[in-house]
């Protein structure tokens, strides 16, 4: 058997779809998994190809090219360190292992530095897209070790999404965890988008009663617009499905209670620790923590009472204006996981580029939108762009659009409709422009019980006081 270009550890399902994309633009796979039935799986589905099974770390790594290239597609955690420590013994200076999971960033930055002492090149690379995308071209953001970039970039940028530039949708993003980390930030604004779309859906569903083939209509004529992106086509596919087995629209028939794998939460918990208003994001990951308390949500639904939800007023006006909080709220929680991008890099001296990002997340992924398109732009007129709000162009959609959604956040509010995403994107928005906010009257509390000083208006930023109340 000849040499082969990479070898894949892990043949789940993104771990086949992305061994069949390499083989298919040129490259050699040998691939290994601990379990022997998705050994055999993908030895049928490679067969006549240029791609073979490996049954041990020893085969896996004689199989390989030098230097060797070897892509993890394990569940992130404990089973990322038994496999490196499997292979460890059998690779030299100058082999790259790249961790193609969604691990913390933080274990990325850890093992980087931990094979480094070896000579080995550690890559932590964000993978998003699915499994379409990885079979098809993925969005893909490698960091770690730049002395691995070379030996890998050409393979990378061949089997990534293509933006409509015809752009690679793969860039190196930085050292330590910052590709990890970005694509962490990835989810996270995912988690935020998935649940604005939610409540748009939620309240026409749950106001107006709209049935969901005209949801589909609805969501289809958004999605030739401002709002165009993968999320909103899928929701709209999504609710013109019709169940075989009971011949009801398969979104009445899927359970209320969503599921998460920790990004989103990761994303949230970094926010805090940077000190970093994030809420829309935080919001997102609380909204699917809430959906997973089904019974007890039944049983309060019993026994709490609230306001009749259904509508009276235009409906066209009211879906219109919902299109507009969408967009709004949309503006705000980009905003708020490219903040985080800016303060991580402060804060871990990455050197992002935040317009390279934008542009990485135009095709593959999960939130690849027309809309990144102008926040590329943005970028790049303005690295030093504090706020996408800022932009004048994001600027001016907000003036736009933010009468209709004040009246879908206050009219939500009047029906007892829960819209969270929609009224913390609102929250923060107004918060920002806000010149003066009530932490003034927050931090005499915390000086009259706890001595914590406080800052005055007529004194220098940096001179701290104290009253005995």
Same mark, same amino acid.
């Given at each position: 058997m000849s040499p082969k270009s990479i070898a894949i550890v892990g043949l789940g399902v993104m771990g086949r779809n992305l061994a069949l994309n390499l083989e298919r633009n040129g490259f050699g796979v040998i691939a290994a998994d601990l379990d022997s039935q998705r050994r055999?799986?993908?030895?049928?589905?490679?067969?006549?190809?240029?791609?073979?099974? =490996?049954?041990?770390?020893?085969?896996l790594a004689a199989g390989l090219e030098k230097p060797r290239r070897i892509l993890l597609l394990v569940p992130a955690g404990k089973a990322v360190d038994a496999a490196i420590a499997d292979l460890k013994p059998h690779l030299q200076a100058g082999?790259?292992?790249i961790d193609g999971g969604n691990t913390y960033f933080m274990d990325t930055a850890r093992r980087e530095a931990e094979l480094a002492a070896s000579g080995i090149l550690y890559v932590g690379c964000g993978i998003s897209g699915g499994e379409e995308g990885a079979l098809h071209g993925p969005s893909i953001m490698p960091g770690g070790?730049? +002395?691995?970039?070379?030996?890998? +970039?050409?393979?990378?940028?061949?089997? =990534?999404?293509? %933006?409509?530039?015809?752009?690679?949708?793969? *860039?190196?993003?930085?050292?330590?965890?910052?590709? !990890?980390?970005?694509?962490?930030?990835?989810?996270?604004?995912? #988690?935020?988008?998935?649940?604005?779309?939610?409540? &748009?859906?939620?309240?026409?569903?749950?106001?107006?009663?709209?049935?969901?083939?005209?949801? !589909?209509?609805?969501?289809?004529?958004?999605?030739?617009?401002?709002?165009?992106?993968?999320?909103?086509?899928?929701?709209a596919a999504i609710l013109a499905k019709t169940d075989a087995e009971t011949g009801r629209p398969m979104v009445d028939v899927i359970l209320d209670t969503a599921g998460q794998k920790g990004t989103g939460k990761w994303t949230s918990?970094?926010?805090l620790d940077l000190g970093v208003p994030a809420p829309t994001i935080a919001e997102a990951v609380f909204?699917?923590?809430?959906?997973?308390?089904? *019974?007890?949500?039944?049983?309060?639904?019993r026994v709490l009472t609230g306001p009749d939800k259904k509508f009276a007023g235009d409906r066209d006006e009211f879906i219109d204006n919902i299109r507009r909080a969408l967009y709004a709220?949309?503006?705000?929680?980009?905003?708020?996981?490219?903040?985080?991008?800016?303060a991580a890099d402060r804060d871990y001296g990455w050197g992002l580029d935040l317009a390279s990002i934008a542009r990485l997340w135009r095709a593959g992924c999960i939130i690849r939108a027309r809309f990144l398109d102008d926040i590329q732009s943005a970028y790049r007129a303005r690295p030093d762009l504090p706020?996408?709000?800022?932009?004048? &162009?994001?600027?001016? %959609?907000?003036?736009?659009?933010? =009468?209709?959604?004040?009246a879908v956040v206050a009219r939500a509010a009047e029906l007892g409709i829960p819209?969270?995403?929609?009224?913390?994107?609102?929250?923060?928005?107004?918060?920002?422009?806000?010149?003066?906010?009530?932490?003034?009257?927050?931090?005499?509390?915390?000086? #009259?019980?706890? %001595?914590?000083?406080?800052?005055?208006?007529? +004194?220098?930023?940096?001179?701290?006081?104290h009253t005995e109340w």
């Open positions: 055999q799986e993908a030895a049928a589905l490679f067969a006549g190809k240029n791609a073979a099974v =490996a049954e041990t770390a020893v085969e082999d790259i292992i070790n730049a +002395k691995a970039w070379p030996a890998i +970039k050409p393979m990378l940028q061949k089997i =990534a999404a293509k %933006a409509p530039d015809g752009t690679p949708c793969c *860039e190196w993003i930085g050292p330590g965890g910052a590709g !990890h980390f970005v694509k962490m930030v990835h989810n996270g604004i995912e #988690y935020g988008d998935m649940q604005m779309i939610c409540e &748009a859906y939620f309240l026409m569903q749950q106001a107006l009663e709209l049935p969901p083939l005209r949801m !589909h209509e609805i969501f289809s004529d958004w999605n030739r617009g401002e709002l165009h992106s993968y999320l909103i086509e899928i929701t918990q970094t926010a909204s699917r923590t809430l959906s997973a308390i089904k *019974e007890e949500r039944q049983a309060a639904a709220s949309k503006i705000c929680s980009y905003s708020q996981g490219f903040r985080l991008l800016r706020d996408l709000l800022l932009d004048d &162009a994001f600027r001016r %959609a907000i003036e736009t659009n933010q =009468a209709g959604w004040r819209v969270p995403a929609f009224s913390s994107a609102l929250a923060y928005y107004d918060g920002y422009r806000s010149e003066r906010l009530p932490a003034n009257l927050l931090q005499a509390q915390r000086d #009259y019980f706890g %001595a914590h000083t406080y800052e005055r208006v007529d +004194k220098p930023r940096g001179e701290f006081f």
